[in-house]
């Protein structure tokens, strides 16, 4: 089941995007989740997770600038992206923790202008 990542776009550096999953009842249940992104060139990256009790890590790259949640009632996770970098544009999927190859959507496109 893909997991379709949206919210992405274009933004000015030291802007704020909010990105959205909606995940499966059965998906979000049992698994924690994570945001990941890939930037060109480079291979995909977890920036942050949460466990489905709510317990978040984060890279160091985003930490303190990014915040991921989840609402169990909407079967949604988030990503509250604030003070953006240029180094930030990439593509940003969701997926569960551990991932799942089948659970890979086509994400969604963060762009940073300087």
């Known amino acids: 089941v893909q997991l379709q990542a949206s919210g992405g776009g274009l933004v000015q550096a030291g802007g704020s995007l909010r990105l959205s999953c909606a995940a499966s009842g059965t998906i979000f249940r049992i698994n924690g989740m994570g945001w990941y992104r890939q930037a060109p060139g480079k291979q995909r990256e977890l920036l942050a997770t949460?466990?489905?009790?709510?317990?978040?890590t984060y890279a160091d790259s985003v930490k303190g600038r990014f915040t991921i949640s989840r609402d169990n009632t909407k079967t949604t996770v988030y990503l509250q992206m604030n003070s953006l970098k240029p180094e930030d544009t990439a593509v940003y999927y969701c997926?569960?923790?551990?991932?799942?190859?089948?659970?890979w959507g086509q994400g969604t496109l963060v762009t940073v202008s300087s």
């Open positions: 949460i466990t489905i009790r709510g317990s978040t």
């Open positions: 997926n569960t923790v551990p991932y799942r190859q089948t659970n």
